[in-house]
């Protein structure tokens, strides 16, 4: 069977060890250990099927799943009243979600709570990010993006040399 422009399949590689990999033409899934290719960003590879002998391409992509070291000023700002929480720095930034210390603040912060996060844009501008607190140790939060929405102001930053 000939390989055609829609048998490329990107996968996008979360906290897992092994990504499943399903053939296009007869649906033979197999799992792929990610960790030896983890050192690669974008890893492309041609299969063939072990069934049906269909050729294919696979497309890994690791932007996505790694946290990138960062150090950038932003404000975690109540949206309700527009009034800013807290003055924090960026310690990572990752398509998911950041690191985030916090520096000063007017009150604490909770798990769960859910504030918009400012910060400046890679081209300069700005960026206000919904995002929901997923842990507070300390001076050190972790925040989730609650948009799953691939976004490339995000990504602008994970991809930055
Ligand atoms: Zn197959």
Redesign the pocket.
């Known amino acids: 069977m000939a390989e055609t422009a829609q048998d490329l399949v990107e996968l996008y590689v979360y906290k897992k060890k092994e990504v499943a990999i399903v053939?296009p033409?007869?649906?033979?899934a197999k799992t792929v250990p990610i960790e030896p290719l983890r050192t690669k960003g974008h890893w492309e590879v041609k299969a063939k099927?072990t069934?049906?002998a269909?050729i294919f391409r696979i497309s890994l992509n690791f932007r996505k799943y790694f946290r990138k070291p960062l150090a950038v000023q932003g404000q975690l700002i109540d949206a309700a009243s527009g009034t800013t929480v807290a003055q924090i720095a960026l310690r990572d930034i990752s398509m998911e979600g950041t690191g985030i210390e916090v520096q000063d603040t007017v009150r604490s912060l909770a798990r769960g709570e859910v504030l918009h996060l400012q910060f400046p844009a890679v081209d300069g501008g700005r960026i206000v990010k919904e995002v929901e607190l997923v842990f507070v140790r300390g001076s050190r939060v972790g925040a989730r993006f609650t948009d799953k929405n691939f976004d490339p102001a995000v990504f602008a930053w994970v991809s930055a040399k």
């Open positions: 053939c033409s007869c649906g033979l099927c069934r049906c269909h």
